[in-house]
């Protein structure tokens, strides 16, 4: 398994051990959060560094749900995912972990493979949103894997960052992610209306948003994914599962 991420965990030392089912929070949420089929979920206290609550392991990645750990989740990663998607939990964690209003409003998503505990890999549209604060503070987050066999991957992997800062939140990681082959949920909006035909100006109208913020989205992509132009740039995406 790669070990490149691990920056993520000595950021707030997040713990390895497994859930306690005889923690006092751990029936209230087995009675209090939905589970839906082909999904596997988590809840993390930042707080008390550790899992409070884990469900629907054994169905999507092969785990008892008292043996999964924050580290298997991490380390259960596509190789060719992983300096990605550790990447992009380092700095989203780092975004969170800072004091801020409305901090529960905030999530951010990712597609990519997980591995099977028998070794096969599985297809996963993972969402992690802060589940509860403290003083303006992160306290629990909860992390939602839902296994999806419709994924498609090419080279470039998909991601997504919500919340009132949204647009600050998915600027830090489009900085810091510009070495990675991703495409965020913004700029794939943007595309999106691009590969129909649409216009800069016509897309700044049907968004709301300025010519120069369409121009934002679009135009890094280029040098992002090494294309020359406009119709380079949707074929790209077309081959590589970015547009349906």
Same mark, same amino acid.
């Given at each position: 398994?790669?070990?490149?991420?691990?920056?993520?965990?000595?950021?707030?030392?997040?713990?390895?051990?497994?859930?306690?089912?005889?923690?006092?929070?751990?029936?209230?949420?087995?009675?209090?959060?939905?589970?839906?089929?082909?999904?596997?979920?988590?809840?993390?206290?930042?707080?008390?560094?550790?899992?409070?609550?884990?469900?629907?392991?054994?169905?999507?990645?092969?785990?008892?749900?008292?043996?999964?750990?924050?580290?298997?989740?991490?380390?259960?990663?596509?190789?060719?995912?992983?300096?990605?998607?550790?990447?992009?939990?380092?700095?989203?964690?780092? *975004?969170?972990?800072?004091?801020?209003?409305? +901090?529960? =409003? #905030? &999530?951010?998503?990712?597609?990519?493979? /997980?591995?099977?505990?028998?070794?096969?890999?599985?297809?996963?549209?993972?969402?992690?949103?802060?589940?509860?604060?403290?003083?303006?503070?992160?306290?629990?987050?909860?992390?939602?894997?839902?296994?999806?066999?419709?994924?498609?991957?090419?080279?470039?992997?998909?991601?997504?960052?919500?919340?009132?800062?949204?647009?600050? *939140?998915?600027?830090?990681?489009?900085?810091? +992610?510009? =070495? #990675? &082959?991703?495409?965020?949920?913004?700029? /794939?909006?943007?595309?999106?209306?691009?590969?129909?035909?649409?216009?800069?100006?016509?897309?700044?109208?049907?968004?709301?948003?300025?010519?120069?913020?369409?121009?934002?989205?679009?135009?890094?992509?280029?040098?992002?994914?090494?294309?020359?132009?406009?119709?380079?740039?949707?074929?790209?995406?077309?081959?590589?599962?970015?547009?349906?």
């Amino acid at each position: 398994m790669p070990q490149a991420g691990f920056d993520y965990f000595a950021i707030t030392q997040v713990s390895g051990a497994p859930v306690d089912k005889n923690h006092p929070l751990y029936e209230h949420y087995r009675n209090n959060i939905p589970l839906f089929p082909n999904e596997a979920v988590y809840v993390y206290s930042f707080q008390q560094n550790k899992l409070l609550y884990t469900a629907g392991w054994e169905n999507t990645m092969g785990y008892r749900d008292d043996e999964i750990t924050m580290h298997i989740i991490m380390q259960a990663t596509d190789p060719a995912h992983a300096p990605f998607a550790f990447e992009l939990n380092n700095k989203a964690v780092q *975004f969170l972990l800072k004091p801020r209003e409305d +901090l529960d =409003q #905030y &999530s951010y998503s990712f597609e990519g493979r /997980k591995i099977h505990k028998d070794g096969s890999m599985v297809p996963m549209s993972i969402h992690i949103r802060v589940f509860s604060t403290k003083h303006n503070h992160v306290d629990e987050v909860i992390g939602r894997f839902q296994v999806n066999q419709s994924l498609r991957f090419g080279k470039v992997l998909r991601y997504g960052a919500y919340g009132p800062f949204k647009n600050e *939140f998915e600027e830090i990681l489009n900085k810091e +992610l510009f =070495q #990675y &082959s991703a495409i965020s949920a913004k700029e /794939k909006e943007a595309l999106s209306l691009v590969a129909k035909g649409l216009s800069f100006k016509e897309i700044a109208d049907h968004l709301g948003i300025t010519l120069s913020a369409v121009e934002k989205r679009i135009l890094p992509l280029y040098k992002r994914f090494d294309v020359k132009g406009l119709p380079h740039l949707i074929s790209f995406a077309y081959e590589n599962f970015i547009l349906p």
